[in-house]
């Protein structure tokens, strides 16, 4: 999507490219589901899909092709409530080159333990796949673990409380951009 910042940048770390041409994308998704299983698979033709470039943003030549399909499982169990997602992406441009930043594949878990109607407590799990950044760094694949908390006080105040990257693993979501120590 073409905005503002793509077209006139910051004037400092992104430089303006007034060359710009929005992104035309032609797509396909179908899936399904049963019984707490999901399946789906997603195919995007993009022309003049906007990249940014060391400096600036661009338009890259011809079509990129972003495919891929995404798996989940999502079922309570009395008082425990359980997520997993698996996406599987393969992103490439018009010659074939995988598009950056982009992981490979990215796997997402929850369980949450209800106590009573008015309070959850849960742990989430997160596995990004390696990722590759213009100027061909990696950002190496990591997990991220948290946990959340919810206390429902009267009918219309809710408590919430969330932990992320509590095992303060070091990471890059993007090279040279540290990710969320623990908070």
Same mark, same amino acid.
Request: hydrophobic letters at 30%.
């Given at each position: ?106 796997? &997402?878990?929850?369980?949450? #333990? @209800? ?6 407590? $849960?742990? !989430? +799990? ?38 992320? &990257?509590?095992?303060?693993? #070091? @990471? ?6 540290? $990710?969320? !120590? +623990?908070?």
């Amino acid at each position: 999507t073409l905005s503002l910042y793509h077209m006139y940048g910051d004037g400092i770390y992104v430089m303006p490219n007034m060359h710009l041409k929005p992104e035309d994308t032609r797509n396909v998704d179908f899936g399904f589901e049963y019984g707490g299983f999901k399946m789906s698979y997603f195919y995007y033709d993009v022309n003049n899909l906007i990249e940014y470039q060391s400096n600036d943003y661009a338009n890259s030549p011809g079509h990129s092709i972003i495919q891929g399909y995404e798996e989940s499982f999502a079922k309570r169990f009395g008082n425990i409530s359980t997520s997993v997602d698996y996406q599987r992406i393969d992103a490439r441009d018009a010659v074939k080159k995988p598009l950056i930043n982009r992981p490979s594949y990215v796997i &997402n878990s929850r369980f949450v #333990y @209800y106590v009573g109607d008015r309070l959850n407590v $849960g742990i !989430s +799990a997160d596995y990004v796949g390696n990722r590759t950044d213009y100027d061909g760094a990696s950002t190496g694949n990591y997990t991220l673990v948290g946990l959340t908390a919810n206390a429902q006080l009267t009918k219309h105040i809710v408590l919430y409380a969330k932990a992320r &990257n509590i095992l303060n693993r #070091y @990471y890059h979501s993007i090279d040279g951009y540290n $990710g969320y !120590s +623990a908070s």
